[in-house]
């Protein structure tokens, strides 16, 4: 079968690799629609993990074949055969671990396990035209209704990570919220805040963006750079920030009411914390330390009683919410797709993604029709 392999730094390559092989308890699907996903995109730019890979996680398809020659597969959480149109999870919990009983899923060992693999280290491998599901994801499957796309099933992974971040703000009807970044995760956040009657100010640096988010249900968008010129009180009960900038950190900081909430949700680049002690040594030796450069008044912390909170990844008991809300099409995920991709061409995907455009939003890989 195809596939686009991850060999190196920015080196992805279509290949001809052995469509894998499955074992009892586990589906092959046949890939339609992956999107493509800033973590992947991280991963591949950076070279965080080894190759060789086959990545892509946001992944729907057609199962072709159930593992020990069955045509169905009846499982604690759903029954699938041969046939079913499905949305995959490539990170499923365990549900009773000390992390899973804090509801802290993303931190579970099991959940850090990659159950989807088009061959090689276990990646998502949406990226190919056939995908491995091992049994420990299979909780994780999701059947598209006939109604649906494929496109719109590929889209469960990302709207699950959203509609996760906005319930740890705990917000109340009526609230506001401020959105920094208005790209496909920020129009998410947007949308499904206004579904939930608050009243989102939205911010981007591109003008065309604020015509989306007022479309996406912002009560006001703004540019990223004249929010100070209008907002100098604190007046959200929470911010959301949508995109890996530091300064919209100490804005939203500023900008949120005593007890608000900031949530980052692109903060996702490790800085190297040194010791002191190796500062000076490097300093000695001539190397150039890398210093953390976020200075941050705690005081807003403790005193004004505001929190400064993460979201990272899917919460799998919002599973069937989410599937509820995108498949009914109460948030409607269609028009947030705007490119697509033949496989063959996954690396352009993958570059426009990272560039994006005035009219870019969400990219996916069209791998089979
Ligand atoms: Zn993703
Ligand atoms: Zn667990």
Same mark, same amino acid.
Do not use: W
């Given at each position: 079968?195809?596939?686009?392999?991850?060999?190196?730094?920015? $080196?992805?390559?279509?290949?001809?690799?052995?469509?894998?092989?499955?074992?009892?308890?586990?589906?092959?699907?046949?890939?339609?629609?992956?999107?493509?996903?800033?973590?992947?995109?991280?991963?591949?730019?950076?070279?965080?993990?080894?190759?060789?890979?086959?990545?892509?996680?946001?992944?729907?398809?057609?199962?072709?074949?159930?593992?020990?020659?069955?045509?169905?597969?009846?499982?604690?959480?759903?029954?699938?055969?041969?046939? $079913?149109?499905?949305?995959?999870?490539?990170?499923?919990?365990?549900?009773?671990?000390?992390?899973?009983?804090?509801?802290?899923?993303?931190?579970?060992?099991?959940?850090?396990?990659?159950?989807?693999?088009?061959?090689?280290?276990?990646?998502?491998?949406?990226?190919?035209?056939?995908?491995?599901?091992?049994?420990?994801?299979?909780?994780?499957?999701?059947?598209?209704?006939?109604?649906?796309?494929?496109?719109?099933?590929?889209?469960?992974? #990302?709207?699950?990570?959203?509609?996760?971040?906005?319930?740890?703000?705990?917000?109340?009807?009526? $609230?506001?919220?401020?959105?920094?970044?208005?790209?496909?995760?920020?129009?998410?956040?947007?949308?499904?805040?206004?579904?939930?009657?608050?009243?989102?100010?939205?911010?981007?640096?591109?003008?065309?963006?604020?015509?989306?988010?007022?479309?996406?249900?912002?009560?006001?968008?703004?540019?990223?750079?004249?929010?100070?010129?209008?907002?100098?009180? #604190?007046?959200?009960?929470?911010?959301?920030?949508?995109?890996?900038?530091?300064?919209?950190?100490?804005?939203?900081?500023?900008?949120?009411?005593?007890?608000?909430?900031?949530?980052?949700?692109?903060?996702?680049?490790?800085?190297?914390?040194?010791?002191?002690?190796?500062?000076?040594?490097?300093?000695?030796?001539?190397?150039?330390?890398?210093?953390?450069?976020?200075?941050?008044?705690?005081?807003?912390?403790?005193? !004004?009683?505001?929190?400064?909170?993460?979201?990272?990844?899917?919460?799998?008991?919002?599973?069937?919410?989410?599937?509820?809300?995108?498949?009914?099409?109460?948030? !409607?995920?269609?028009?947030?797709?705007?490119?697509?991709?033949?496989?063959?061409?996954?690396?352009?995907?993958?570059?426009?993604?990272?560039?994006?455009?005035?009219?870019?939003?969400?990219?996916?890989?069209?791998?089979?029709?």
């Amino acid at each position: 079968m195809r596939a686009v392999v991850y060999r190196g730094v920015n $080196d992805l390559r279509l290949e001809t690799v052995p469509v894998p092989r499955i074992g009892a308890h586990e589906l092959l699907v046949k890939v339609a629609v992956c999107g493509v996903c800033p973590t992947d995109i991280k991963k591949i730019h950076f070279g965080t993990v080894p190759p060789p890979r086959i990545f892509g996680h946001e992944t729907a398809g057609t199962i072709v074949k159930i593992g020990g020659g069955n045509s169905s597969l009846v499982t604690r959480h759903s029954s699938l055969k041969v046939g $079913d149109r499905v949305a995959l999870h490539h990170h499923v919990p365990c549900l009773d671990c000390h992390y899973c009983r804090h509801h802290a899923f993303a931190q579970c060992e099991t959940y850090k396990r990659t159950g989807i693999t088009a061959g090689f280290e276990p990646a998502g491998g949406g990226y190919a035209e056939y995908v491995r599901v091992l049994p420990f994801v299979l909780p994780g499957v999701v059947k598209i209704p006939a109604k649906n796309t494929f496109e719109e099933g590929a889209m469960l992974e #990302p709207v699950n990570t959203v509609l996760k971040a906005v319930k740890r703000l705990e917000l109340l009807r009526g $609230d506001t919220v401020l959105v920094a970044g208005q790209g496909p995760i920020g129009l998410m956040f947007t949308n499904i805040l206004q579904l939930q009657g608050i009243k989102v100010l939205a911010t981007d640096l591109l003008a065309s963006r604020l015509k989306l988010a007022k479309k996406f249900g912002a009560h006001r968008a703004v540019l990223a750079n004249q929010l100070s010129t209008i907002n100098h009180q #604190p007046a959200f009960d929470a911010a959301i920030i949508a995109v890996p900038s530091d300064a919209a950190v100490t804005q939203a900081l500023q900008l949120v009411r005593g007890a608000g909430k900031v949530l980052l949700f692109a903060h996702t680049k490790r800085t190297e914390v040194r010791s002191q002690k190796s500062e000076v040594r490097k300093r000695s030796s001539g190397h150039q330390p890398s210093t953390l450069n976020y200075q941050l008044d705690l005081a807003s912390i403790c005193l !004004d009683e505001k929190d400064l909170i993460g979201s990272y990844s899917s919460d799998f008991t919002l599973q069937r919410e989410v599937a509820r809300l995108v498949f009914s099409r109460r948030l !409607d995920v269609r028009p947030l797709i705007t490119h697509r991709f033949p496989l063959a061409e996954t690396a352009a995907a993958v570059a426009l993604a990272t560039h994006p455009t005035e009219s870019s939003l969400k990219i996916v890989v069209n791998v089979s029709g």
